[in-house]
């Protein structure tokens, strides 16, 4: 297992007391990896004491302002992709079986686009395939690390590091496309509900879903659409 990988799925995953607790080694292991750059190692190392030693209720408020309400800061990778069409639908089926197929059965509620999701399944694959993938998704990570060192959020450097393990650049243009976008932080509840009222998703069978792998559907990142479908519910998130 791809130890560094586990540790940013468990970094970018909801905080919890267990996971609070689990901070000092993910900090350790995160600042030991030398594929990842050493400020972006001091800056992770930053990051886990942050999640590790503030009031749990604070770091959950945190977490849900910046990747639960925000749209444009969607952890579920095809909201950036395919945005609230069909073709979400089939790309998420054979994400599912792609998971399937490599032994790996997501335990969690949320959808298998996930971040937290695709990196611990990831964390279990050869390395040269990892780098395919995460490089097919560069120009979201990029994109979202500049969002959130603009919130000046150390999250940030979860985003650096997933971009400098994926060892290659990521197209300026697409990037740029993305930024182009206004981020969305709304401020009360009328507000968050307007910006996710969407037209619902079906994850139903796609006559053309086969078992590709995960970098072939994750290819079509290279154009990512402008609208977003809304994230699945975790029920035991507290907004």
């Known amino acids: 297992m791809d130890r560094t990988l586990k540790a940013l799925s468990l970094t970018l995953s909801y905080p919890s007391q ?4 689990a901070m000092p080694d993910i900090g350790a ?3 030991a990896d030398p594929r990842i750059a050493e400020e972006t190692r001091a800056a992770l190392h930053g990051l886990a004491e942050s999640v590790g030693q503030g009031d749990l209720f604070d770091v959950q408020e945190s977490y849900v302002m910046l ?22 639908g089939g790309a998420m089926v054979s994400l599912i079986e792609t998971y ?15 971040l937290p999701v695709l990196l611990e399944f990831l964390s279990t694959r050869p390395f040269a395939e990892v780098q395919d993938t995460l490089a097919d998704a560069a120009h979201i990570f990029d994109a979202l ?10 999250y940030a450097a979860a985003f650096a590091a997933l971009s400098q393990l994926a060892g290659a650049q990521a197209d300026a243009g697409t990037v740029a496309e993305m930024l182009a976008q206004p981020d969305d932080d709304p401020t009360d509840l009328d507000a968050l509900d307007a910006v996710w009222e969407e037209t619902e998703v079906t994850f139903g069978p796609d006559p053309n879903a086969g078992c590709p792998q995960v970098r072939d559907m994750l290819a079509l990142m290279d154009k990512p659409t402008l609208k977003a479908a809304p994230p699945a519910t975790n029920l035991n998130r507290s907004a």
Not at 104 to 113: G, I
Not at 145 to 154: H, I, N
């Open 67 to 88: 990747f639960d309400r925000s749209r444009t800061l969607s952890l579920n990778l095809f909201e950036h992709v395919h945005g609230e069409s069909r073709d979400r």
């Open 18 to 21: 267990e996971l609070q607790a």
């Open 29 to 31: 292991i995160l600042g």
């Open 100 to 114: 399937r197929e490599g032994g790996f059965e997501p335990a969690t509620s949320e959808l298998p686009d996930h």
């Open 145 to 154: 690390a500049t969002r959130l060192v603009r919130r000046e959020s150390g």
